[in-house]
């Protein structure tokens, strides 16, 4: 199949297998992607609490730049497959050119400003005295190579919009084959520590970069990115970030949110910080199937309103919504039956496991609610509609579950921190379902009756 029948294909497969085609891979590679923080975790974690504590600080700060970059990928991404949808390829490829001049710049600012701010950064965010070293020994690394970062998250998502999603799946896979070969080397056998962790990470990152430069420069992608197409476009850039900042916005109010969790835990002993730092690594793993449902409907969606194919994208919508439920429930099960065996997969520590096992079964009990926020979110990048969509990425972490971080230990202690989660899950869920169902009402595909709509 060549690169334009494999676009084309993306309004008339049928929605099932355009689905399966593009949420699969997009699962893989998010997986593969917080393989990376989780393998650092479950490595360093045989240094001690201390080291998992660094790392569960400095995990905020990765994940916004990972919140960056990702968001800035989706809303190029949203923009590519409508642009080719209709028709617009010279469009589409400006899109690429403006995604590469914002990976280099954001990388480079974010360098800058490693440089001269790390420590009070780590400090803000959460990072108590005992910790403070590792945590900066760590991060310092990362800063360096944000751009190697910004680069290869960014272009999975280019390229996964023009319909090839196995092709970043397959380079994020021996990207991580790579960090999980060089982490013991780094950590262990060259001494390096926590530091290690952080170099074997940048070192991945560079396979990412190669196979993707390879795929445009070799011609293999439909679109052909030129040097013209690398000069700066502010409508461009715009209509990037009008779509991919809610993306952007709720990791950093999920990271704020962490952060504020952090500070507030701190005053339990830093224990209960890296409690918090396994419980949100597993936590990642159990919305990678959600995650990658919404980033494979992003295409699907995206392509088929701007042909006009009404139907196609209620249909898309109705079995993205079922297929998330049904993983988030199952994750939501595993974690509430079996909590002391995927906690043991980061540390051995007695304290560790009896708090991580009652707060991970807290915080799971509205797991499987949590796709629909995901979904709905992804109808609304979809269209090209960001003002809602920034509204859902804010309301869970943000609106509700920070002030919920502060009153529930007041009222709960420990407890109440974990039990913020589920509350502020299920109140995003009924917000969710309303926006998505009253806006697609609107248009004239209702969500929960037969579409009438034309196309």
């Known amino acids: ?38 393998v650092d975790a479950a490595f360093v974690g045989r240094l001690g609490s201390k080291a ?45 050119g403006q995604v590469i001049i914002l990976a280099l710049g954001i990388g480079l600012l974010l360098t800058v400003i490693g440089r001269f701010y790390l420590e009070p950064m780590l400090v803000l965010f959460g990072a108590t005295p005992e910790i403070l070293a590792p945590a900066a020994e760590y991060m310092s690394v990362i800063t360096d190579g944000a751009i190697l970062l910004f680069v290869s998250f960014m272009l999975a ?106 500070k507030v835990l701190g005053g339990f002993g830093h224990a209960a910080i890296a409690v918090m730092g396994i419980i949100m690594r597993l936590q990642q793993f159990a919305t990678l199937p959600v995650i990658g449902i919404n980033h494979g409907l992003l295409p699907i969606i995206g392509f088929n309103y701007g042909a006009k194919k009404h139907p196609r994208v209620r249909e898309a919508m109705i079995k993205g919504l079922v297929v998330a439920s049904l993983f988030g429930t199952a994750a939501g099960l595993c974690f509430l039956l079996l909590p002391g065996p995927f906690i043991r997969i980061f540390t051995d520590e007695q304290a560790l496991l009896t708090e991580g096992a009652a707060a991970l079964r807290i915080m799971v009990l509205m797991y499987p609610l949590i796709g629909v926020p995901f979904i ?40 109440g921190i974990w039990a913020a989660a589920p509350l502020s899950d299920f109140l995003t869920f009924l917000i969710a379902i309303f926006l998505v169902s009253h806006e697609m009402n609107r248009q004239g595909i209702p969500l929960f009756a037969r579409s009438r709509a034309r196309g």
């Open 1 to 38: 199949m060549d690169n334009l029948e494999r676009t084309r294909e993306m309004g008339e497969e049928s929605i099932g297998k355009l689905l399966w085609r593009f949420s699969l891979p997009a699962t893989v590679a998010m997986a593969v992607t917080a393989s990376y923080n989780a």
């Open 52 to 96: 998992i504590a660094a790392l569960s600080v400095a995990f905020p700060a990765q994940m916004v730049f990972g919140a960056i970059a990702i968001g800035t990928g989706i809303g190029a991404g949203s923009l590519i497959s409508r642009s080719l949808g209709a028709g617009r390829t010279e469009e589409a490829q400006v899109s690429v």
């Open 157 to 262: 998502h280019t390229i996964r919009a023009e319909g090839n999603a196995i092709f970043p799946m397959t380079v994020m896979i021996a990207s991580a084959v790579t960090n999980i070969i060089l982490d013991p080397i780094f950590i262990f056998a060259l001494k390096m520590g926590i530091r290690g962790a952080a170099i074997a990470t940048l070192l991945a990152k560079v396979v990412n970069i190669v196979c993707y430069l390879w795929y445009y420069l070799g011609g293999r992608s439909v679109l052909r990115v030129a040097l013209k197409h690398l000069r700066p476009r502010i409508g461009t850039i715009f209509e990037i970030y009008q779509v991919g900042l809610p993306t952007i916005l709720v990791q950093v109010a999920a990271n704020i949110a962490l952060i504020i969790a952090n």
């Open 376 to 415: 709905s979110g992804a109808y609304f990048q979809g269209i090209g509609k960001g003002a809602p969509a920034l509204f859902l990425a804010l309301l869970r972490h943000f609106l509700l579950y920070i002030p919920l971080l502060y009153l529930f230990p007041r009222l709960f202690g420990i407890t």
